[in-house]
């Protein structure tokens, strides 16, 4: 496995692997993986030649009160995981590289990236678009996946590669859970042992929702409305939103008529975790 630490080095690299007509698959990540991400890598290996993964913390999308400094970062144990995955190439650049002084371009998907998590941390979408096309230019993947846990960002990221005619395809894979059903997620290392309890009422207020679904409910104010419920009797976990809305625009909706997308984000003390599931009446 070779680890890259610079743009010109990695686009050089790419331009070997395009040039044997190999195919190319990406993970992007922020590092601090756990098996969510491998169940990424482990999809991109059996699609791919040679995959891929970037780590890379990125800061425009975060916003300035937010956990920047601290997200957890070691890329030793994170190249450890890697190596053991058989991924190729493991890309890692400096802040410095990817944001050169006065970097003032930015790509936004217009009204999606205000949507869901978009509307309470403003910006975020804008920095996740603007890194992915970048990662996206400098790696020319055929294709990179992402997991579903971030659906909004799926959704964006697809609504992206479209517009902007990006030959990339763009993979999704299941959520990844703990066996009680907490969705893995690397903010997962900042819970105390009560918050990790607490965290549970993301998944629980999407399951009495789903139920209510199973059920044949198709208003999704009532779904809406039971999944808030959990929250109701959880002091230390604070909703943040819970919203039926279709997976592809991110629209809400009035009616569950196709599939949809039921997303929750909430504070579990200071830390934000969001989930989600799809329903889809037809199934
Ligand atoms: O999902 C993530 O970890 C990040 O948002 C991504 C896609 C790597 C962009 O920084």
């Known amino acids: 496995m070779k680890l890259v630490k610079t743009i010109e080095e990695m686009r050089a690299l790419s331009n070997t692997v395009h040039s044997r007509g190999a195919h190319l698959g990406l993970v992007p990540t922020m590092g601090a993986l756990h098996e969510g991400h491998l169940s990424l890598v482990r999809a991109a290996r059996d699609k791919s030649d040679t995959v891929a993964v970037s780590i890379f913390v990125n800061p425009t999308q975060f916003g300035p009160h937010e956990d920047f400094a601290k997200y957890p970062r070691n890329l030793e144990r994170d190249c450890g995981l890697l190596e053991r995955e058989h991924v190729d190439v493991v890309f890692a650049p400096s802040v410095e590289d990817m944001y050169p002084a006065g970097a003032v371009t930015w790509v936004t998907v217009e009204g999606m990236s205000d949507r869901l998590c978009g509307r309470s941390r403003p910006g975020h979408f804008r920095g996740v678009t603007t890194v992915v096309s970048k990662l996206f230019h400098i790696i020319e993947p055929d294709a990179a996946f992402f997991g579903q846990k971030d659906a909004a960002q799926v959704a964006i990221i697809r609504r992206m590669v479209r517009d902007l005619n990006m030959p990339v395809s763009s993979e999704v894979c299941p959520i990844i859970r703990e066996s009680d059903g907490l969705a893995l997620s690397s903010r997962n290392a900042y819970l105390n042992p009560n918050e990790r309890k607490s965290a549970l009422v993301l998944y629980r ?79």
């Open 205 to 283: 207020s999407l399951r009495r929702a789903q139920e209510l679904f199973d059920r044949g409910e198709r208003d999704p104010a009532k779904l809406i409305a039971t999944g808030k419920q959990e929250f109701a009797k959880d002091s230390a976990a604070r909703l943040d939103y819970l919203e039926i809305v279709d997976p592809d625009s991110l629209e809400s909706i009035s009616k569950i008529s196709k599939r949809a997308l039921i997303a929750v984000a909430a504070f579990v003390g200071n830390t934000r975790l969001i989930d989600n599931i799809v329903v889809d009446p037809e199934r």
